[in-house]
């Protein structure tokens, strides 16, 4: 009997162990069920910290504490389709090599293929490598790929956990791929999100769709959001730092899209990927507060997305600053040109650029170029390289003409012999353009400008003078118009289509009539300028000229298939009338005789 009662107690003993493994794991079962993140309904000022055991694999690289590393690593790998895009984190102490020194390998070790960098864009702390793609036979994953300088060192994929194996395809994708935070929110841009997606329901209603995801393990409810933009709350100050160097994700409809964009909130100087503090949370952010009335250091500046366009930028600055443009923001969009030289020259100008790498995305950047120049712009004008604001000659004339004449002596090549009325030609036009509106319930927030489009000219190549002295000939009805925009009523979700922002009410657009300004837009230029615009389009809501869709778009050439084949007579195409306004006006005001006894303009 005794050795009975031993016998069944230790066999409890043994089994005991067992029996609360079980209960264990019953538990987490139960836990896991109640608490999926997918359940969580979250109020618009809301926030909910998942626990780690519930982070998804792809995620969870992003929730621990990385040592600072000593040498360039490729954080994450897009696919533009014709282009790959190579993440770079770079060391603060390292300086990065140009794109002449730099080779994408692809492949395994037995197959694989180099393509050269086309295009390098610098930025704090990480670098974007634009390289042509591989040929379709060569397999690779972004485990295998690298960039090799000057051939002899390799930059490599980082060791820690991928958040996928092969690139991101970007035409097929949803991705965050930029953050910006402001004083009071984060601007998160994402591409690929279907923007129809609960159009149906209430705009609350629809909002609670998406949320914000601060390194894989805080969220925050999206508060305004369309196109590409997506507005978050930051992390509650007290938690804000541990998520500076984190990627943000968005969850939309209980799914996590991938992320290229990293949290730097403005509290935080980046170092690396850690980042230190310089003040209370409370006290930077409110440094950031606009002052209401405040007046804004520039009245007028412009912003523009540019790809390979350095040889007309000289010409546009130009002509821009004198009409009263005081501060130009270019978006490189991947120029392989020698766009950084050509702003270096441009110094006596107040012009500065910011990478854009992110292909088809122009709403999305002209959506950041107004969060970014908003500190310190009241109106920004949203027009291409291409494209010339052109008042007409009375309005030019009327009551000031002594921005036409040059100082004796001055220097012509910098611009300093030229005096600017004041106020000048944009500030004048903007201000009647806001006066002509009487209804007194309304007012100006926006400017439409209509288009003059350009054609060849008979020009088998481009103008050595520039593009206002070569193309003189234009198609007779006026087209799409762009805009000049008060960056301080645009609505919170930035919605836009390319050149035209939604505004908050009273606001409203001011349609100018063609006869009182127009934009003059060289759109047809001499054929090998021209057919660089089949390589991709900027907008994000147009076709690209190679695909065989939306043929009918007001985006698309007249009489142009989709392969960029030259007409025989395209020098003599979208032709109606000769216009030399523009022409006779730069003329007059950039031009001078050299000892050559030719007429030179100031930009050449």
Not at 11 to 28: E, I
Not at 376 to 392: K, Q, R, V
Not at 548 to 568: H, Q, Y
Request: with cysteine.
């Amino acid at each position: 009997m005794k050795r009975g009662i031993e016998n069944c107690c230790r066999h409890f003993l043994l089994l005991r162990p067992c029996y609360g493994l079980v209960l264990l794991a019953a538990s987490a079962i139960i836990a896991l069920i109640v608490l999926q993140p997918e359940q969580v309904t979250l109020s618009t000022h809301s926030g909910f910290s998942l626990p780690t055991s519930m982070i998804p694999y792809h995620w969870k690289w992003e929730t621990k504490e990385e040592s600072a590393s000593g040498e360039m690593l490729i954080e994450d790998i897009v696919h533009f389709g014709s282009e790959v895009l190579l993440l770079v984190r770079v060391p603060s102490s390292f300086g990065f090599p140009n794109k002449e020194r730099l080779q994408c390998r692809y492949g395994t070790h037995t197959h694989f293929a180099y393509r050269q960098a086309l295009a390098v864009h610098l930025e704090d702390t990480r670098t974007a490598v634009i390289c042509g793609a591989p040929p379709q036979d060569v397999t690779w994953d972004v485990s295998s790929v690298l960039i090799k300088i000057d051939k002899d060192q390799e930059i490599r994929k980082g060791s820690a956990n991928p958040e996928y194996k092969h690139p991101l395809p970007w035409n097929s994708s949803s991705v965050v791929y930029e953050v910006f935070p402001t004083h009071k929110d984060v601007v998160v841009f994402a591409h690929g999100v279907n923007n129809t997606l609960g159009v149906e329901l209430p705009e609350q209603e629809r909002l609670k769709q998406f949320q914000c995801v601060y390194g894989g393990r805080y969220i925050t409810a999206v508060t305004a959001q369309a196109n590409d933009v997506f507005r978050c709350d930051h992390p509650p100050a007290s938690v804000m730092g541990d998520f500076a160097g984190k990627k943000v994700f968005l969850r939309i409809g209980g799914e996590i899209i991938p992320s290229l964009a990293y949290y730097n909130p403005l509290t935080l100087k980046p170092v690396g990927r850690r980042a230190v503090s310089d003040a209370s949370d409370e006290e930077h952010l409110a440094s950031f507060e606009a002052t209401p009335g405040k007046p804004k250091l520039h009245h007028i500046c412009a912003c523009t997305l540019i790809y390979n366009g350095s040889k007309f930028l000289k010409e546009w600055v130009y002509y821009h600053s004198h009409l009263g443009v005081e501060k130009f923001y270019f978006y490189d969009n991947n120029s392989e040109d020698n766009l950084d030289e050509v702003i270096a020259n441009l110094a006596n100008f107040n012009v500065t650029k910011h990478s854009w790498p992110w292909v088809k995305s122009q709403e999305a950047g002209f959506s950041h170029c107004s969060l970014l120049a908003q500190p310190e712009c009241s109106w920004m004008l949203y027009i291409d390289i291409d494209e010339y604001f052109f008042p007409n000659s009375s309005f030019l004339l009327r009551g000031n003409e002594t921005f036409l004449r040059k100082n004796e002596g001055g220097d012509v090549s910098s611009m300093a012999g030229y005096k600017r009325s004041s106020p000048s030609i944009l500030a004048r036009f903007i201000q009647e353009a806001v006066a002509s509106r009487k209804d007194v319930n309304v007012t100006v927030g926006q400017i439409a400008i209509y288009c003059h489009n350009y054609g060849p000219s008979g020009l088998q190549q481009s103008p050595p003078q520039g593009v206002t002295q070569g193309y003189t000939c234009r198609i007779k009805r006026q087209r799409r118009h762009k805009s000049i925009v008060l960056l301080s009523v645009i609505v919170e979700s930035l919605r836009n289509q390319v050149h035209h922002f939604t505004m908050k009410s009273p606001y409203v657009l001011e349609t100018i009539r063609p006869w009182v300004a127009i934009i003059n837009h060289y759109k047809f230029q001499a054929w090998d300028e021209f057919k660089t615009k089949f390589h991709r389009r900027a907008a994000s809501n147009v076709a690209d000229w190679t695909e065989d869709r939306n043929l009918a778009s007001n985006d698309r050439v007249p009489g142009l298939g989709t392969k960029p084949i030259k007409p025989a007579d395209w020098e003599l195409r979208y032709c109606d009338v000769q216009d030399y306004g523009l022409r006779d006006y730069t003329r007059r005001v950039f031009g001078f005789y050299g000892k050559d006894k030719r007429l030179h303009l100031a930009w050449e």
